[in-house]
């Protein structure tokens, strides 16, 4: 049946290929599978925008701790075989946990419980696949399970997930649902699950695991389109009669309800004539809430898709893209990857679980969850304010807020998932965001109440040695670990805390928190001209090596190279500790042409993209090429992007340096691309790059148009000659982001060589808060 399909499909891939790149819509130029080979670690599935649900293959979950990294996202490109497609996956994460409730359609008369040997068919549920039967677009992912013949299918909604099954004729269908199986997976994870079979035949279930974060409670509810001709529930624990349920060897598995720590499914449907749907709805909250979510958003595979489809049209259609076909793609899904978080993590009612792992209720917001805060700070919650509308931005900052109120220990989250708080990184980062959202003038939330919570955030002692902070003006590495890093990022949150209360009229606020701001001089080092990390009796800690990266060192993922540059506050001032425009722009050159050749990194999993010192695969190098902007040499963070983009970003499953990390790698491309890039949140600034796409037209969130024009743009002119806004030259290394929401014509005339006099002026540089203009 799907060989018979073969020539039409053909025909319309042919018809495809020969249409203009000009007729090709963002959503036609978006490929999933980018990313999904190397470290990028996201998924090939089926998600809606910011959804909750991310029905997607999972190629191996049966990794114990020190093996998952590879299999963050579930999926890896290179594997031969196929677990299942499980509910719920991180894309980019640099963790892993979630791939939730995982359904495998098995046919024939024997049905195996177990998924096998992840590098061969074999005994077990798994199966081989083939690249070339994979078919991956927003919302929509299949593909032909090899060993039995079966075609499967993904769409997914805001709330939900439909699979589709196609059964090879005259085979009986079955499912295995594995409760058991997990991402971050280690003996023990599983609390406690349970499975239910329901009068009118949905299926529902619960699982309760500790994994990144603690006691994470998720529920489900399933329908089929065929009715069960049986079902099995099997514990494949030895005593699980506790809890007030029956255990094996005390009774058939054919029982309506069954709960354990180690529990499969059979699930039994006969000969199929026409292909199987299941669909699935997921809650925090509650079995009640899985239930109505399932009941929110009606329609069969076919309608879903077509919603979910019109609604990725509808997101990614915002930016029009022209040049390259391999720029296009990767651009294109860069903003495909930047729209997948923060993800909606509150059910229909708007019930959601909060940190404190209580029910609560959002009203007149939609909450939601997967916050990684110090990678998206940067540049993914920016371009939210500029792709999506300000309705999106206004449920990040409220539900920043909500879980604020939620938590036990009172303060913003850090790096939070379906409510739950894992605590991972540093910096209070969602300070940065609600700053940036306020400043830029959108007004949906209660800006007192944000500033209340970045205020207790950034006073919270028990915190981060936030205490020691507090009182020195440093973190001393003796008494807290990454204590370099934490320093230099508190100081850039006090700043946006600091801006948000002068705009708010609350000086008192603002006194404090722009003289925290300056606390990133009492780190840095004028001798050696790094930031380092400090003791308690102020002396620098000895030895120290610029070059080297220890987890739980002097720096969080980095070294002094990539640190000594986080001061987005006020890089005047870093400059000037520098020596100055021509020392700083030496100190640049010498981090990107650094030899490398005798350093092993080997044992750091998030450094990666490395080019010298800088290391594109992790986010505290992220601004640093657009550095040479504010020392007066625009032109060479020209040349240095090209460097980047050229050997970081690529439109194949290996294209991504290091982990998306939730959009953040993804974002930095997007602003790139167009020519310009947020340095400093919170600063209403843009500092110009240069371009890497011909032509782009950005509808933003006011209905205004940016048109993106770059002349004679290719390889063989790589500098910017010129700039001009409305057809006025821009002479400044800067774009404000009133003039990007007024829209109109971004021009760059493209040259062969550097004009190293644009922008090169004082009076051209980007904001610096030491200055003023």
Do not use: C
């Not at 005994?123 to 929509?140: D, M, T």
């Not at 076919?302 to 390259?324: E, F, N, P, Y």
């Not at 007066?632 to 194949?652: C, E, F, N």
């Amino acid at each position: 049946m799907i060989i018979a399909r073969l020539p039409k499909l053909l025909t319309v891939i042919a018809a495809f290929a020969a249409t203009p790149l000009a007729a090709q819509s963002t959503f036609d130029q978006v490929d999933p599978m980018i990313g999904t080979g190397g470290e990028g670690h996201t998924f090939p599935g089926a998600v809606a925008p910011f959804g909750m649900v991310q029905l997607s293959p999972d190629t191996d979950t049966g990794h114990v701790i020190r093996d998952s990294y590879k299999w963050a996202a579930g999926y890896r490109y290179s594997d031969p075989t196929i677990e299942g497609f499980s509910t719920t996956h991180f894309s980019g994460a640099g963790h892993s946990d979630l791939g939730d409730f995982l359904v495998m359609p098995v046919s024939g008369d024997i049905v195996p419980l177990e998924p096998g040997d992840a590098a061969k068919s074999g005994p077990g549920y798994r199966s081989r696949f083939s690249h070339a039967s994979e078919v991956a677009k927003p919302g929509y992912y299949a593909v032909t399970l090899a060993d039995p013949g079966i075609r499967a299918e993904m769409t997914a909604g805001t709330r939900i997930g439909v699979h589709r099954y196609t059964f090879a004729p005259g085979k009986t269908a079955h499912l295995v649902l594995d409760m058991r199986s997990s991402l971050y997976n280690y003996p023990g994870k599983v609390l406690w699950s349970t499975l239910r079979v329901m009068p009118d035949g949905t299926l529902v279930g619960e699982r309760e695991t500790r994994g990144w974060a603690p006691d994470r409670k998720l529920y489900f509810a399933m329908r089929f389109s065929a009715p069960l001709t049986g079902h099995a529930f099997v514990s494949t624990e030895k005593d699980v009669a506790y809890r007030g349920f029956q255990g094996p060897g005390r009774g058939t598995d054919e029982v309506t309800e069954r709960g354990g720590r180690a529990l499969v499914a059979r699930l039994d449907f006969g000969t199929m004539t026409r292909p199987l749907e299941v669909k699935i709805a997921i809650s925090s909250v509650d079995q009640a809430g899985a239930v109505a979510n399932l009941a929110s958003e009606p329609g069969d595979f076919d309608a879903i898709r077509s919603r979910t489809t019109a609604a990725w049209r509808s997101a990614l259609g915002v930016l029009k893209l022209d040049g390259s076909v391999g720029m296009q793609k990767s651009v294109a899904t860069a903003l495909y990857h930047s729209l997948l978080a923060p993800s909606v993590a509150g059910d229909a009612d708007g019930r959601y679980r909060g940190p404190d792992n209580q029910v609560h209720h959002a009203t007149g917001y939609t909450f939601r969850s997967t916050f990684s805060l110090w990678d998206t700070f940067r540049a993914e919650h920016p371009l939210l304010t500029l792709v999506q509308p300000a309705s999106t931005t206004n449920d990040v900052v409220r539900s920043l807020v909500a879980s604020r109120e939620n938590s036990p220990d009172g303060i913003l989250p850090v790096w939070q998932f379906q409510g739950r708080e894992t605590w991972t990184m540093i910096g209070y980062h969602a300070a940065a965001v609600i700053a940036d959202a306020y400043l830029k003038g959108i007004r949906g939330f209660d800006a007192n109440a944000a500033l209340d919570a970045m205020v207790a955030s950034a006073t919270y002692a028990p915190y981060g040695g936030l205490g020691d902070y507090m009182k020195l003006g440093y973190v001393p590495i003796d008494r807290e670990p990454e204590a370099a890093s934490k320093t230099v990022e508190y100081a850039y949150d006090d700043w946006t805390i600091a801006r948000m209360a002068r705009a708010m009229g609350r000086d008192d606020v603002a006194v404090t928190f722009e003289k925290r701001a300056r606390n990133w001089q009492n780190s840095f080092d004028a001798k050696t001209g790094f930031v380092r990390a400090r003791k308690a009796d102020g002396s620098f800690r000895i030895p120290f090596d610029p070059t080297a990266i220890n987890y739980g060192s002097d720096y969080t993922e980095g070294n002094a190279w990539q640190y000594s540059w986080f001061v987005p506050q006020d890089q005047a001032a870093l400059i000037g500790a520098l020596g100055g425009d021509a020392a700083t722009i030496a100190k640049l050159d010498a981090m990107f042409d650094y030899d490398n050749s005798k350093l092993d990194y080997s044992h750091a999993e998030d450094i990666a993209g490395l080019i010298g010192q800088y290391i594109h695969g992790n986010e505290p190098s992220h601004h640093v090429a657009y550095l040479y902007d504010y020392a007066g040499a625009p032109w060479r963070t020209q040349a240095r992007l090209k460097q980047i983009v050229d050997s970081q970003y690529h439109p194949t499953p290996e294209g991504l340096s290091g982990n998306d990390d939730l959009g953040q790698m993804s974002a930095w491309l997007v602003f790139t691309a167009l020519g310009f890039y947020p340095v400093t949140p919170g600063s209403l600034e843009y500092v110009i790059g240069r371009p890497f796409v011909d032509h782009a037209v950005l509808t933003l969130p006011n209905g205004k148009r940016l048109t993106i024009v770059a002349d004679q743009l290719d390889d063989r002119h790589p500098y910017i000659g010129s700039v001009s806004l409305n057809g006025s030259p821009v002479t400044h290394a800067y774009l404000r982001h009133d003039q990007i929401m007024a829209g109109g014509e971004l021009r760059f005339a493209m040259q062969s060589t550097p004009n190293t006099a644009w922008a090169a002026s004082p009076a051209d540089r980007p904001f610096s808060s030491s200055l003023t203009r």
